[in-house]
């Protein structure tokens, strides 16, 4: 079950991958489609969110920042 962290309201547009990065902040690069390549990542908005070990952070359906436990074995 995934517990939500912070709340961005990030709109999603088609052909962009969105995901959380190293900073805490929620980027997106352009997918790479038929042979062309992908794109540079952009910030999109501001999260600061804190990392922490053994979560997989990643951008919800409403558009936050929502964490789930990863499982390890």
């Known amino acids: 079950m995934a517990q939500k962290v912070t709340k961005v309201g990030v ?9 959380i ?3 805490g902040d929620v980027s ?3 997918m790479a489609r038929g ?4 794109g540079k990542p952009q910030k999109v908005a501001k999260a600061g ?3 922490e070990k053994g979560f ?3 951008l ?4 936050d920042v929502s964490r ?3 499982v390890r074995r």
């Open 11 to 19: 709109k999603r547009e088609d052909g962009f991958l969105y995901f």
């Open 49 to 51: 969110v804190k990392k």
């Open 56 to 58: 997989l952070y990643f």
């Open 68 to 70: 789930a436990k990863m």
């Open 21 to 23: 990065d190293k900073q």
């Open 35 to 38: 042979g062309k390549k992908g």
């Open 60 to 63: 919800d359906k409403q558009g």
């Open 28 to 30: 997106r690069a352009k």
